[in-house]
């Protein structure tokens, strides 16, 4: 969730319920006035965030699980981790790993390092990135520890892809979806279970939902958190995932507020997920009760660089 975080809403929420103090009746509020230029400033920041994610996923070249035990590494193509890079040793070494600790045991003649350029001599618990040659080997953890479950992502850092940031395309901007959401509370946070894209579960906190009002439709979502709570976190699907979005979904961010209060929702910053411009991500899926039932044609359109 945090290498989502692109941009922030700020302290929208607290605006908006100042603003609803002297309405009256069931208007549905509007968000509070925005001054143009910063507005703009910021969309244009965030879409140099938005090329600069879609470049770091699209030069991602593996990803293996690391069950218990011992998982050997290399170029030789009956390991259990293949590094599809010519320069790679046939077995450059192995992960071991028991229970939550992982070490790296170097083959013989192998130059492996961490990311800092300190070398790799013996068996060493893992602790950061590893790089041989231009590859790096990060050891992830999916689900915060509640899963158990344990990846070795990798990446070339002299890919091309690297070198370019990918275009990314939008929607223009539009005002209409920019919308004011009122935050319903459960009576207790949720925690819930959802798939992601290499098969297993993925837990999240869901204090409540976000219910919001867009062209004539009366919609809600699911708001996830992380534990210090500063920001809502959205993943929806909705009916332009078939034809100008991104098939699995997007994400969107909003500023967290108190039962009962508003905050915004600001669709022309919904963006993709690192899924969409990678087959090799641990990304999570959107809840099945975020899907709205009308085209969000706001934010960021499907990746280009990546046919699905």
Not at 229 to 255: C, H, I, P, W
Request: hydrophobic content about 40%; some cysteine; glycine content about 10%.
């Amino acid at each position: 969730m945090r290498a989502w975080r692109e941009h922030g809403v700020g302290a929208v929420g607290v605006v908006l319920a100042v603003v609803l103090i002297g309405c009256g009746g069931d208007r549905w509020p509007d968000p509070p006035p925005l001054d143009r230029a910063s507005y703009e400033a910021r969309y244009q920041q965030w879409l140099e965030q938005r090329r600069a994610v879609a470049a770091d996923a699209a030069r991602l070249i593996g990803v293996w699980p690391l069950p218990e035990g011992e998982t050997p590494f290399g170029s030789d193509p009956t390991l259990p981790i293949v590094l599809p890079v010519p320069t790679a040793p046939a077995r450059a070494g192995a992960f071991r790993r028991i229970a939550e600790r992982i070490t790296v045991l170097p083959a013989p003649r192998t130059t492996l390092r961490w990311e800092d350029g300190g070398p790799v001599t013996g068996p060493t618990e893992v602790h950061g990135i590893l790089a041989l040659g231009s590859l790096r080997l990060l050891v992830e953890d999916v689900g915060e520890g509640l899963s158990g479950r344990r990846f070795v992502t990798a990446w070339d850092e002299d890919a091309a892809i690297s070198r370019n940031q990918p275009a990314i395309e939008t929607y223009p901007i539009q005002p209409d979806w920019r919308v004011a959401a009122r935050f319903v509370a459960f009576d207790a946070p949720k925690s819930i279970e959802v798939g992601d894209v290499r098969g297993g579960i993925q837990y999240f906190v869901a204090p409540g939902e976000l219910v919001f009002r867009v062209r004539g439709h009366d919609l809600r979502l699911t708001a996830l958190t992380e534990p210090e709570g500063l920001e809502f976190f959205l993943m929806f699907k909705d009916e332009t995932n078939q034809s100008s979005t991104y098939s699995g979904y997007r994400v969107l961010f909003a500023s967290a507020v108190a039962a009962g209060a508003w905050t915004v929702l600001d669709f022309n910053f919904a963006a993709n997920p690192p899924c969409a411009y990678s087959p090799y991500t641990l990304c999570p899926l959107a809840p099945k009760e975020n899907r709205l039932a009308v085209a969000v044609t706001a934010g960021e359109k499907r990746f280009a660089g990546r046919k699905e």
